[in-house]
């Protein structure tokens, strides 16, 4: 496993060596650190926190100061876990710091972040339901939803119905993203298509689970 924690820079266009424009979005991955391993005896599985972007300590609690001062880490903002196989567990080391040419051209990974938050819609732009007319007096229920449920049977609202309410801010995940470009001097990294979230928003990014990735030669 290969798994880095990053923020979104934006999105832009690149060329490639047959003039195609392929459209990416930049990544600043790293440098992250290892802040602690998990074994399947002291923990029941197998992982490796990470932690990412350097703060002052004083905006940390006590319990992270001291969990991250055993590791010999500086005072980190963003830990996150990443599973890894049991085989994997004597590639990692507390400690350890990680660059973004843990990746490289041609990769496929998947991108994890949280999705712009939209406020409270309606269905409309929520669920994408179809206005009603606006003749036959219905001219103040256009952008309404209209009947929800039936009145006798069975009497209320079945569980999962689609209803106004809140939207975006969920955990998005985008698979099997192409790494167009590793810039390792800036930790950068673009890669093709468009990536969940605000820009300066975080991201997870680990090789892609669904299909093995192929490395340019």
């Known amino acids: 496993m290969k798994g880095l924690i990053g923020r979104k820079l934006g999105m832009t266009q690149i060329f490639t060596e047959q003039g195609q424009m ?10 992250c650190y290892v802040a602690q391993v998990k074994t399947p005896a002291n923990d029941g599985y197998a992982a490796v926190q990470l932690g990412f972007e350097e703060t002052k300590p004083h905006k940390l609690t006590k319990g992270e100061l001291g969990h991250l001062k055993r590791a010999k880490v500086p005072a980190l903002r963003i830990l996150h876990e990443f599973r890894i196989k049991e085989e994997e567990l004597g590639e990692f080391n507390v400690g350890q710091k990680l ?3 843990l990746f490289r051209e041609g990769d496929l990974v998947d991108v994890v972040g949280t999705s712009k938050g939209r406020g409270f819609q309606g269905g409309i732009k929520r669920h994408g339901f179809r206005r009603q007319p606006k003749t036959h007096g219905a001219s103040d229920r256009v952008r309404a939803p209209g009947a929800s449920s039936s009145g006798s049977t069975p009497g209320h609202t079945f569980k999962g119905r689609r209803l106004p309410g ?6 998005v995940t985008v698979q099997n993203l192409r790494v167009m470009t590793v810039d390792p001097q800036r930790n950068l ?11 300066n928003g975080i991201v997870f990014i680990s090789l892609a689970r669904k299909q ?3 490395r340019s030669a």
């Open 166 to 171: 809140h939207m975006g801010h969920h955990r």
């Open 212 to 214: 093995a990735a192929t």
């Open 99 to 101: 660059l973004v040419d």
């Open 22 to 31: 392929v459209p990416v979005t930049v990544l600043e991955v790293g440098p």
């Open 189 to 199: 990294l673009a890669v093709k298509g468009a990536v969940p979230g605000p820009k």
